[in-house]
C-alpha cells in the first residue's frame, strides 16, 4: 500500500530530525528515512559545542558567528537539560602581549555579535591557584575565560525526532532505498526495513537529501540526472579521555601549528579532547581515528597540562566526517562551516532539496530557512497548514523533555533509584525519564539490572519510543554507558533486546 505524504526527508541526523520536527509542527505529513540508526553520521561524533565558533572571527566569518549566536542563546531555552553553559579557559602560555590583546578584543566582539547574550562575559582569569594550579603546567599563570553552550549530540537528535513523532511524522531506521523516482505528481520511494525485511512505498511532493556527508554519494546513486554538488570531506577525530576536568570547565589550547583544539568536560569520570581536521577520501562507513591524529591531540593537549594524558587514559575514540561546499580556494581549516540550501525542480515539477554542509548549533535556523525556502518555490504543498513558517520562526519551542522540573522534589520521589542514576536521567532526558519512573515505588519495579545504572525500565521505554534496535544504538547514542558496562553485561543487554 501507498502512503501520501507531503515531504520525504532521507537522513536521520541533526538536520533531517530538525526539519521533520519543524514541518511536522506546521502540518505537513512527513516520513523520514534513516539508512541506520538515528544520529549515527555526523550527529554523533561532533565536539558537542553549541556554539558560534570563536575561531571563525580570525577568518571574519562574522554573519556565521552572529547567527550561530543567536541560535545558541534560542537552543538554551528550547532544551535547558540538554543545552547548558559552559564556560572555556583559554591559558596564556607562550603567547606575546600582541597576540593577547588580540585574544581580549575577539572575545569582546564575540560576546557583544549575540543581541540577547544572556551568559556570563569574558575576562581575564589568574590560573596560578585552585583548582588550574594543579591541573595546568606551573608557568601558566593567567589567561581568558569566555562562555559558550555544549550539549549531548546525538540525544538533542532524539528529542527532535521525538517531537516530529508528536507531531505524527513517521520516523523510520535502518531502511535500504530500494526504488526512488519520479511520478508526475511527486515523488514515490520504496524502502526496505533491514531487519523485518518489511518493504514500504511513500509518495510525496518534495524530496529532501539531508545525508550529510553523503550528500554526494546520494544525488549520484538516486538522482544521476540531476546536476550534483561539489563537496570536500574533512575528518575530525577525537580522544575520550579517563580523566574529569576541575571546576567542569573547558579549555581552548592553541597548537603549534596555529589550529586551537578544546578539552571538554563529557560523562562524569572522562574528558573529550578534539579535533583534527584532515582532508578525507576514504569510506564514510568506516572513520576512524588514525595513529597520528592520537599523536597530534596528545602532544598538543600535553604541552598544557601538568600530568600529560598517556594512551592508557583513551577509553574510546570517535571520528566525523564534516561535509564543507568546496571554493577551491580555502584549504580545509579555513572553509566555511555554513549550510547552503539548494532546491532544484524537474522538468516535471517536482522539487528536490538539498542541504550542504552546516553546522549542530545552526540545525534550527537551517530547518526554518529550509521551510521558507520550500514554501517560496513550491507553495501547494502548504495549502491549508495548520501554521505558517514565519509562525514557527516567532516561537520557541520547548524540546520534549525540557518541562521545568522540581529538582528536589524529583529526588525525592525517586530516593530509591542510585543518585549517580538519577543525575544521568535529568541530564539526558530531563522529564522524558518519568515516562518509565512514574507508578515505581522501590528500586524491584525498575526491572532487570544490567548495571552502571542501567534498568529493564529504561531499556523498555527506549525500545519503545526511541527507535532503538541493538545495543549500539543505546549504549552509544541514546545513553553513554558503553564507557561503563562491561562485556558480559553488554551481552546480557543483547540478549534481552534480540528476545523482545
Ligand atoms: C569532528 C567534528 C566536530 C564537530 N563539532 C561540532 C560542534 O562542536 N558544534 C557544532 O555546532 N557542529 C559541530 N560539527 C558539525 C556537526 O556535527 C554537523 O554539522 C552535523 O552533525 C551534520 O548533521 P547532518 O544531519 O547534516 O549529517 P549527519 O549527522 O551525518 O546525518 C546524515 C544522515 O544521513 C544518513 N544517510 C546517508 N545516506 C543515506 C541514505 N542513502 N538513505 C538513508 N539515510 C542516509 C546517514 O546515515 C546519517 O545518519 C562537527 C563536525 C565534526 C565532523
Redesign the pocket.
Known sequence: MTEEKDLII???????VAIAGQAARLGLKVVL????D??????????????GGLRYLQQYYFSLVKK?LHERSVLIKMAPHLIKPLQFIIPYYKESTLRRCMIRVGLFIYDHLSAHNSLTKAKAIHLNMAPYQSFLKKNIKSGAVYSDAWTH?SRLVMEWALLAKQYQATILTY?A?LELGEKENGWQIIVQDKFSQKCSTYEAKALIN?????VE??QR??LAEWPTTKMRL?????LVLKRELPDNKAYLFECADGRVIFLTPYEPGYCLL??TELEYKGSLEDTHVEEAEIEYLLMAANAYVQTPFAREDIATTF?????LLDDEIHNAHQLS?DYQLQLKTSAKGNSVLT?F???????RRLALDALILLQKMRPIIYNNRAATVRELEAEIILLPGSEPLDEAQFRKNYSFVPVLTLSRYLRCYGTLCLFWLKGKNRLTDMGIDFGAGLYQAEVDYLLAQEWVKNTDDLLWRRTRLGLCLDEIDVGRLAEYIRNR
Open positions: 532521507i537522513g536521520g541526523g541533526i538536520n533531517g528515512i534513516e539508512q541506520n538515528l544520529a549515527s553520521g555526523t550527529s554523533s561524533k561532533s565536539t558537542q559545542l553549541i556554539h550561530a549530540d531502511q532505498i539531508a545525508t550529510g556527508p553523503w554519494p546520494f546513486q538516486h574533512v575528518k575530525g577525530s577525537h578534539g579535533t571520528s566525523g566526517v564534516r561535509p562551516r542541504v554542509g552546516g553546522k549542530l548549533t545552526t540545525h
